[in-house]
């Protein structure tokens, strides 16, 4: 019988022939090289045409010298000199000649008073406004913070760049939530847990990088999209990362975050009172354990004062937590925010928690149910300067999930939403996967709390039960690679994450065009080509690796790349598909199954509980149907499963033709890159296709009615007889 590796095998080889014999026959004309290492701040020149329109400002007029209004001011002349390829003259003072005027709003007022902006701008929102100041034509770039500021500095770039037209631009823009998160699951030794760009821009060997000017270029990269802190370390967090001598080392990475604005935090054992302080106990409510966390906040903010905050995975796959003394995440999260409250910090206490040990004979048992369990009854038990912070679906990360009912759940505790932008479960950047169309699905999913309309996006952000605090956190997993993420078409999830947590009523074709336009240059054909397949990419991802919301059905016990359907059963992880002779599908109603679906409030409920009403790409994940079961579309179940696995990997196969239209149009060197990855792409997916085909084939016994499968299976048997 021919198996998985086989089929991989000739696939690679074919693919390698195809490679070689590409390179060897195709020519285009060179255009500049590019490593991928400016991502979307390539600034590349403009035509004389376009560029004369930005030249009627001879001078940039900063008023200020912190050190964010510096990167703001570098940052200007930089990307107007790559632009236009002129150098703007700077001055501290009245502008001369007509200007760029940088400044907040309460220096600006000494130059102009009579300047008022339509409404209050909040922290970190800008006004980019053309007026007149003492006769001459000016553009200002305006906020209430120097953050502001910059934030507005890289929106006018943006705008350059992309050829927009300013002349009368009168742009008040405001963030959608405070907290504009990434986390980076980085270990000390330089490795990244699910990091799929090399090695660690922060740590080697145990210690912090002696060169981090990787960090600093990583800290303006998070700046242009409007992010504002950074989490440096893994979530499953080594204590040591709390020790004196390395928070000295750690207070080095902030110091190359602060001029672009960006706060570091850290993730924390919640056991180090105990690992590191040589205390016998890290029992939260014990006084000797407050203490401990309090001395050890204010040491960190000795040394780092504009600290962010912690961020706390515990009582989740094998980490110690509150649990271990009977206390809750919400006892956990407060002896930390207390220490943090005096200083302006926060906690981030993740929901991620879950026992990993359930019974999967027991037909109730639900890991999906974990989040809600934990948290619903802790509402208001959490200090205002705690954050729940709750991944977007109530497993983990999977190709297609529901929104989590937690974020319906909590109303008198803030939350912030957990989004993947590193490709775990989804192609691990070689495999393209836009996943902004994903999050946005879950961001406007309608809650319904007490039957009014509540999109997700409005209650992580505080709108619904205005609370302190609350917004977006990214796990982004950049590294040492030169394109930061292992691939440059990937970039886009992490500038679209920026984007959303920016504003999340963006319309993906906006983000992805923008991205385009900046990371590939403006031809109208280049433009439409990558956007399509950007915004396509994540239905076909799906169509092969785990359609009707079945889930990733991938190695989970493994590498969680491959495909590896029967990992996800007969084991306590509980990212279980209940696939068997008759069916497939989680019962996860409230009539018949594990009861998950009533977390949600009652209008959702109804909706998720018919087994009609339930969209046809989430029924797996709340149903168990007969494979016989027929889909709106008419077709059945495992007739469905079929086709979009054929019909994936053919659109996958079809990235490769739609791919090489771009030939010529841009550098050389990105064009046979990518091309060579959506080659390798088009053989996963095939490899994808016949194992889950095959698999789910012999389990049911019905076959193919196009006679794919079914012919398939017969003639690897025919080979063997
Ligand atoms: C996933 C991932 C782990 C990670 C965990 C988390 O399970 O595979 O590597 O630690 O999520 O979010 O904590």
Redesign the pocket.
Known sequence: MMTTHCVRTIFRCLLLGAAVFLCATSFTPPLSAETGAEAWLRYSRLDRQTAAAYEQFPEAVVLGDSSVLKSAQLELVHGVAQMTGKTLRVSNILPDANALVLGTLTELRVLAPELRPPEKIKNDGYWLKMTNIHNHQCLIVTAVTDRGVLYGVFELLSKIARGENITSIDELQQPFAPIRWVNQ?DNLDGRI??GYGGRSIFFADGKVRSDLSRAGQYARLLASIGINGCTIN???AAPGVLEDSFIAQVSRIADVFRPWGVRLSISVDLSSPKVIGGLDTFDPLDPRVAEWWRKKVDEIYRKIPDFGGVVV?AD??GRLGPSTYGRTPADAANVIARALKPHGGVVLY?A?VYNHHLDWHNLKNDRAKAAYDNFRPLDGDFDDNVIVQI?NGPI??QVREPASPLFAGLRRTNEAI?L?ITQ??TGQQRQLCFLVPMWKEVLDFDMRVDGNATPVKDLVARRVFHRPVGGFVG?ANVGLDANWLGSPLAMANLFGFGRLAWNPNLKAENIIDEWTRLTFGTDPLVVKTISEMQLSSWHVYESYTGPLGAGTLTNILGN?YDPGPESSEDNGWGQWHRADHQGIGMDRTVATGTGFIGQYPPEVQVFYESLTRCPDNLLLFFHHVPYTYVLRSGKTVIQHIYDSHYDGAEAARDFITQWKAVEGHIDDERYRDILSRFQYQAGEAVVWRDTICNWIYHLSGIPDNKGRVAFQAQAVSDQHN
């Open positions: 699951w847990e699910r893994n979530v499953n995975k989740s796959e993740r991620f991944k983990d990360f957990e993947q775990e479960y796990v969680h």
